[in-house]
């Protein structure tokens, strides 16, 4: 009877744990609302395009999605981008660099709330902060930055700071054939640490580019200089392209040569970008766009969630709102500081 017993445990154990596995099969996306329209206009998408025989259907090399990154996959407010927040770390805080007058002034005034506007004089200051510095030792500067607490939330590192709903449609789109790219602004050295949690190979995380040269190069051009045994490679401290508006489309171009079928970003200068994807597209396509309107448990601004919202119903992309199509923003046991020092 003991016998019994036990292998009618087991049995229904096991059918327990299929049970279990097949329901979360059939509830993607759990970190979203039931009623979100955009996880809906999604959900029924993949369901469509990787049907054989759907009229849809998407064969799995042309599966390819691009996101944004800053303000689509990674925070963005608090208080701003995360690689102007490491310049300032570098240029305030590193006791081994030594700033220009220029960086410091830029750094100081944006600890105060006066943000440098975003033009090749910024990119050129946040570039030359770097300049001489092996990859190895740029790439641990990054880690170790990320270890930091982000100041405008609770139980929250700088290199947490993702947003879980969308690392669920990132694992979702993985699991149904989909090849995911990410396509930022900001500079490709700094997102490769930064992006480890996604798991994706380097060369699917494409962003802004500044030279690199060989530690013997001293002054050549690149087309005048032979890398020899012994070299080392160095930040050259130049910026070369910043990837926004246009440059993301011309760069998925160049790097990844496939018209993608879907796209997600959260600004204006992922607008290319997205009227790239859905126009003109042998399959079927979707825009996605972010409206950073939540308000209790982010840093988001009516405003600019209303203006872009419009631009949704103009350009036919698909809104996703914080506040009301995700049930959490960056999971369990994080919450927003309030100035005042209350918590949400």
């Given amino acids: 009877m003991k016998t019994f017993d036990r292998r009618f ?6 059918i327990l744990g299929a049970s279990i596995l097949a329901g979360c099969a059939g509830q993607p996306l759990s970190s979203w609302t039931d009623q979100a329209p955009a996880k809906i ?36 407010t608090d208080p701003t981008y995360f690689d102007w ?9 590193d006791p081994t660099y030594k700033a220009a007058d220029e960086q410091l002034a830029a ?15 910024r990119e050129r200051m946040v570039a030359e902060a770097y300049r001489g510095m092996t990859i190895d030792e740029f790439y641990a500067f990054v880690r170790n930055f990320m270890t930091s ?12 700071a993702y947003y879980k709903p969308m690392l669920e449609v990132i694992d979702y789109l993985r699991q149904n054939g989909f090849t995911v790219y990410v396509i930022s602004g900001t500079e490709r050295l700094t997102m490769r640490p930064l992006t480890a949690v996604l798991r994706l190979p380097p060369a699917q995380i ?10 013997g190069q001293g002054g050549k051009d690149a087309l005048e200089y032979m890398f020899v045994k012994g070299d080392k490679l160095l930040l050259g401290g130049v910026n070369l392209v910043k990837d926004l508006q246009m440059n993301k489309v011309s760069i998925i171009v160049r790097e990844i ?33 972010l409206l950073c309107d939540d308000l209790v448990r982010e840093y988001g601004n009516t405003e600019r969630a209303g203006n872009m919202l419009r631009s949704c119903r103009q350009y036919g992309w698909i809104p996703v709102s914080m506040r009301d199509d995700w049930k959490t923003i960056y999971g369990d046991g994080v919450s927003k500081r309030q100035k005042n020092g209350k918590i949400h």
């Fill in 9 to 14: 445990v087991v049995c229904a154990l096991i």
């Fill in 41 to 76: 206009a999604l959900v029924d998408y993949v369901e469509a395009v990787t049907a054989k025989g759907s009229p849809d259907y998407i064969p799995e090399k042309n599966r390819i999605v691009v996101f944004d990154f800053d303000g689509t996959l990674f925070l963005e």
């Fill in 85 to 93: 927040q490491l310049f300032e770390h570098r240029v305030l805080e």
């Fill in 149 to 160: 607490d982000q100041p405008g939330f609770v139980g929250l590192k700088r290199g947490d």
């Fill in 257 to 289: 040569g496939i018209q993608p079928v879907l796209a997600f970003g959260n600004t204006m200068s992922d607008a290319s970008m997205l009227n790239y994807t859905i126009s003109g597209n042998r399959y079927r396509a979707l825009g996605f766009m």
């Fill in 206 to 215: 494409i962003g802004s580019d500044n030279t690199v040269v060989a530690s």
């Fill in 107 to 121: 750094a100081r005034a944006s600890r105060n709330g006066k943000f440098p506007k975003l033009d090749q004089n």
